[in-house]
């Protein structure tokens, strides 16, 4: 069964203090790996689509890397409107998608 | 504006009283999904379409029903909701199935069932 776990569940940086989230998968045959950032109330929103293990995208302040295991999420000098629950998600073989549970961050100024 | 719309938004309901949520997108995406999202338990997938009249369940598929019947709409149907069914449901949409294309997600619809 695939299953996708994320650490830590919450962070909290200061503004300008760069971190990582972690997402570790178990999938057969991963077709895609997903980023998402949910705000309070609000559907998820894409960030950024891994396939193959050693690819990276940037996007801003957020840099995505993906490892045959990992992936991670890189934030550099963070600002308060970084804040908000980022999701990982992977498809396999099947047509799922799979979520893990999501770390909350949260960038104080 | 490409979008993926849900109505209700809201909606407080008592048990056995049959329900439906629509979903509608207007990008001509092949691919549709439902998903309830619970504290502590993430985003879990209910039921998935890959096209017109192909639908498959998801992990958590029991008290629910789904039809696609044209492109653009996927409606989720309780057809005796009970309380374990209170929770935040999201419809999303992408271009094809496959892990291909990312999914574009609906505003989402907060259901509580007394």
């Known amino acids: 069964e695939d299953q996708v776990t994320q650490s830590p569940e919450a962070l909290r940086l200061q503004e300008g203090e760069s971190s990582s989230l972690n997402c570790s998968y178990t999938?057969?045959?991963?077709?895609?790996l997903f980023w998402y950032r949910q705000d309070p109330g609000k559907g998820p929103e894409f960030l950024f689509t891994?396939?193959?293990a050693g690819e990276e995208k940037e996007k801003e302040r957020l840099k995505a890397t993906l490892t045959k295991k990992e992936s991670f999420l890189h934030i550099t000098a963070p600002k308060p409107e970084d804040s908000a629950t980022y999701l990982c998600?992977?498809?396999?073989?099947?047509?799922?998608?799979?979520f893990g549970k999501g770390t909350k961050l949260t960038v104080n100024p | 504006e490409a979008q993926v719309t849900q109505n209700p938004r809201y909606l407080i309901t008592v048990t056995g009283k049959k329900l439906t949520v629509t979903c509608s997108q207007n990008?001509?995406?092949?691919?549709m999904s439902w998903y309830r999202q619970d504290p502590g338990l993430g985003l879990r997938q209910i039921y998935y379409?890959?096209?017109?009249?192909?639908?498959d369940k998801g992990d958590v598929p029991e008290g629910y029903k789904v039809s696609r019947k044209e492109k653009r709409n996927f409606p989720l149907i309780l057809e005796s909701p009970s309380p374990n069914q209170t929770s935040l449901y999201f419809c999303?949409?992408?271009?094809?199935?496959?892990?291909?294309?990312?999914?574009?997600f609906g505003p989402g619809t907060r259901l509580t069932v007394l």
């Open positions: 999303a949409s992408s271009l094809t199935g496959g892990g291909e294309n990312e999914q574009f």
């Open positions: 998600a992977t498809q396999g073989g099947s047509e799922k998608l799979v």
């Open positions: 379409s890959m096209n017109v009249e192909v639908t």
């Open positions: 999938v057969s045959g991963l077709r895609g």
């Open positions: 990008m001509n995406h092949e691919y």
């Open positions: 891994l396939y193959s």
